[in-house]
């Protein structure tokens, strides 16, 4: 079966330092890889997302990057944090080239100060 | 572009009985995945039930079915004999298949099951 993490869970980093969090999959090949962002509880708003090794597309103009240097580890990156990049982050997969279900991983709480 | 909308910020019933909750959605395309995904307080987003746009028939999975009105663009979801365990936020999510997979969230609804 199947199994999606990340890490870390929980993070607290000031303002203007570096961020690196990572999302690894288990038990499938070649999948398609997502970052999500969830503010306050609410809608999930989708920032990165990738099919293959270096392939990486944005959603959304911002602070932060991604990069998936093996086939089933997805990093979300930020050179200088920003009080707005707080959040709740999510990782998924799905099988690619079929129209398939995203399953997530535990996500990571991230809290800039 | 494709929006999702829930109405419904917050609702409670009580256990054991039915909840009903409304996501509509825009969307131009004739083929489309349709979502409800469960966020409990531990916040994993687990799939509840998936609806595939083509298929006129509604998908049930044990206590969960969902009333899709294509024409309507509408796509609720049913809970019957609410659990405890069913307090969540609740999710809508729209998925066009040529987009690389990507899902347009709603807003969410709280749902509260009452003892």
């Known amino acids: 079966s199947q199994t999606i993490h990340q890490w870390p869970a929980t993070l607290v980093q000031p303002v203007g330092s570096p961020l690196s969090l990572e999302c690894t999959v288990e038990g499938t090949s070649n999948p398609n890889l997502y970052w999500y962002r969830q503010a306050a509880g609410r809608g999930l708003q989708l920032l990165f997302y990738?099919?293959?090794?270096?392939?990486i597309s944005s959603e959304v103009p911002q602070n932060l990057s991604a990069s998936r240097p093996q086939d089933r580890q997805f990093i979300l990156s930020s050179k200088k944090l920003l009080l707005s990049d707080s959040g709740f982050y999510l990782c998924?997969?799905?099988?690619?080239?079929?129209?398939?279900?995203?399953?997530f991983g535990p996500g990571t709480r991230l809290t800039v100060l | 572009a494709q929006t999702v909308t829930q109405s419904q910020p917050e609702m409670s019933v009580q256990e054991a009985e039915t909840v009903t909750l409304s996501c509509t959605y825009d969307?131009?395309?004739?083929?489309?995945?349709l979502f409800w995904y469960k966020q409990p307080p531990s916040r994993q987003m687990i799939l509840v039930i998936r609806?595939?746009?083509?298929?006129?028939q509604n998908a049930t999975e044990n206590r969960f079915s969902v009333n899709f009105q294509k024409a309507a663009k509408s796509f609720s979801l049913k809970i019957s004999d609410s659990q405890l365990g069913d307090t969540a936020m609740y999710f809508c999510a729209f998925m066009r298949p040529s987009s690389g997979g990507k899902l347009i969230f709603g807003q969410g609804t709280e749902l509260s099951v009452k003892p």
């Open positions: 990738s099919v293959g090794i270096g392939q």
């Open positions: 609806q595939e746009a083509y298929k006129q």
């Open positions: 969307t131009s395309e004739s083929n489309y995945y």
């Open positions: 998924a997969w799905r099988r690619a080239g079929v129209a398939d279900t995203q399953y």
